[in-house]
């Protein structure tokens, strides 16, 4: 069975009866990154019952893509986006700074399904590595189909020039709390990504819950950030979390596709 869609497809709906959430420290339970620590990435799959397949599961991200062992294919093509304005807050949510949409921001569409902007947060350092490469900077984008099914697209930077969106932002950031700040209209398609070479795997959120199941679009193209910007970031969150990278996790078998024209 070669064609990687219908491979997808069949991962997919062999994790489907699993329930994934977004829930973490909203559910009162507190983890840090720190190696080794109670709450530490070792033992997230101990801190809740919720929590469990943190350590169980078997297609748990992040995880270093080998462009040596990548399956190339042009049959995804491109990642196809709808995104358009809508009201938007940005708020600290201790381990990360995250903008949450509160109306339609639009979607991708993956496999023909459309996949709806929910948030976007930063992690400092990257998560995915490539090649065994960690980068400075890496952001998430968030979405979730009417099924519950989750999509997350991934953009690594690196240290250059200034990032535009995040230096739209900068003021909002030195402003953010708990609570939130809103950011009126905001339309996600000003986190610009090239969208015709990426790989894609089967992966987990990266934060507990760590559920399964989430189809990750890791775009190849590294884009650019400043060392200011970072460090903005890192100011940002709470003590402890200024690098809010989770360990790389275990392939297991998994097939990873580089798509590309």
């Known amino acids: 069975m070669d064609n990687p869609l219908i491979l ?11 329930t994934i959430s977004l829930a973490s420290e909203s559910e009162g339970t507190k983890f840090t990154y720190i190696s080794g620590a109670e709450n530490g990435p070792g033992k997230w799959g101990k801190l809740h019952t919720n929590y469990t397949v943190c350590n169980a599961g078997n297609m748990q991200s992040p995880i270093n ?43 991708i569409i993956i496999n023909g399904t459309d996949y709806f902007m929910l948030q976007c947060h930063w992690h400092t350092p990257s998560e995915n590595t490539v090649n065994g490469k960690k980068v400075d900077m890496e952001i998430h984008l968030v979405h979730r189909s009417a099924k519950d099914e989750f999509a997350a697209v991934s953009i690594l930077y690196k240290i250059g020039k200034p990032d535009k969106f995040l230096g739209q932002l900068l003021n ?13 209209a905001l339309n996600p398609g000003k986190i610009t990504y090239e969208g015709k070479k990426y790989y894609r795997f089967i992966g987990s959120l990266t934060t507990p819950p760590c559920s399964q199941g989430v189809i990750w679009t890791v775009t190849k193209e590294v884009k650019t950030v400043s060392q200011e910007q970072i460090n903005l970031l890192k100011e940002a969150v709470d003590d402890g ?17 580089l798509n590309q024209p």
């Open 8 to 18: 997808l497809i069949i991962s997919i709906l062999f994790l489907s009866s699993q």
């Open 65 to 107: 893509i080998d462009d040596s062992t990548v399956k190339v294919t042009s049959k995804f093509g491109e990642l196809i986006r709808r995104y358009k304005s809508s009201e938007a807050i940005i708020i600290n949510k201790g381990h990360a700074l995250q903008i949450q949409w509160t109306g339609d921001a639009g979607k």
């Open 172 to 184: 909002s950031i030195r402003q953010v709390d708990r609570n939130g700040k809103a950011l009126g």
């Open 241 to 257: 979390y200024e690098e809010n990278a989770r360990p790389l996790q275990p392939l297991n078998g998994r097939t990873v596709y």
